[in-house]
């Protein structure tokens, strides 16, 4: 009888009930293919194998307690990149912004140009005046539209370009009989820059330019 046999006897009860580990069960099995003897121990067990109660119930609490914790921490991971993923996809679509559709917030009908006091003014009303503007673009002279930010050639630069955009989120609150406001701003001074030439609305989805103002 080797060191071996010692060991895999220890461990027969526990495989006979059927509660040993995965790496134990192997370890007796892989034994008693070359061992007559410790195979005979093991038909002995059979089912009358003697542990005491106390013990079984004890390595049975054991591994409940252990599947228990497993399967919380399981959901409370999947809770939480489930309630990630939502907050991630809410401050995106909070955040993002789109341009107004023009017919549906009727731009063209809301939003002006006007020439007073020595200066260019832009008006709007109805539901585009609930917005801010967000982006003025300018063109140069090859009609290359440049966002606000961008570097520009100031010889060539000859027109405002103006684009509505709202939030994505905005749309569901779309209320055009709520929406009565209406703003101007002054968009530059005529004696200040006389290189501008227009003030056009830019529609950035379709690429196109409706003139709203030319100097004379
Ligand atoms: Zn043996």
């Given at each position: 009888?080797?060191?071996?046999?010692?060991?895999?006897?220890?461990?027969?009860?526990?495989?006979?009930?059927?509660?040993?580990?995965?790496?134990?069960?192997?370890?007796?099995?892989?034994?008693?293919k070359?061992?007559?003897?410790?195979?005979?121990e093991?038909?002995?067990?059979?089912?009358?194998?003697?542990?005491?109660?106390?013990?079984?119930?004890?390595?049975?609490?054991?591994?409940?307690k252990?599947?228990?914790?497993?399967?919380?921490?399981?959901?409370?991971?999947?809770?939480?990149?489930?309630?990630?993923?939502?907050?991630?996809?809410?401050?995106?679509?909070?955040?993002?912004?789109?341009?107004?559709?023009m017919?549906?917030?009727?731009?063209l009908?809301?939003?002006?140009?006007?020439?007073?006091?020595?200066a260019?003014?832009l008006?709007?009303?109805?539901?585009?005046?609930?917005?801010?503007?967000?982006?003025?673009?300018?063109?140069?002279?090859?009609?290359?539209?440049?966002?606000?930010?961008?570097?520009?050639?100031?010889?060539?630069?000859?027109?405002?370009?103006?684009?509505?955009?709202?939030?994505?989120?905005?749309?569901?609150?779309?209320?055009?009989?709520?929406?009565?406001?209406?703003?101007?701003?002054?968009?530059?001074d005529?004696?200040?820059k006389?290189?501008?030439?227009?003030?056009?609305?830019?529609?950035?989805?379709?690429n196109?330019e409706?003139?709203?103002?030319?100097?004379?």
């Open positions: 009888m080797s060191k071996n046999c010692d060991m895999i006897k220890d461990l027969l009860p526990l495989y006979a009930d059927d509660i040993c580990s995965e790496e134990s069960r192997k370890a007796v099995e892989e034994h008693i070359s061992c007559p003897d410790c195979k005979v093991l038909e002995k067990l059979g089912k009358n194998v003697v542990v005491s109660p106390q013990k079984d119930a004890n390595v049975l609490k054991r591994i409940k252990r599947l228990r914790i497993e399967k919380i921490v399981v959901s409370i991971i999947s809770i939480m990149a489930v309630c990630g993923i939502l907050l991630y996809g809410l401050v995106y679509f909070i955040n993002e912004y789109e341009s107004m559709d017919e549906k917030y009727k731009i009908e809301n939003v002006s140009v006007s020439e007073h006091d020595n260019v003014w008006d709007i009303k109805g539901y585009a005046a609930s917005f801010d503007i967000d982006v003025l673009t300018l063109s140069d002279t090859n009609g290359k539209h440049l966002g606000i930010d961008d570097d520009f050639d100031s010889e060539k630069k000859n027109g405002y370009g103006i684009t509505l955009k709202q939030r994505k989120i905005d749309d569901f609150t779309f209320n055009p009989i709520g929406s009565l406001k209406s703003f101007e701003m002054k968009i530059f005529l004696d200040e006389k290189d501008m030439m227009k003030v056009f609305y830019y529609d950035d989805i379709n196109k409706y003139i709203l103002w030319e100097r004379d």
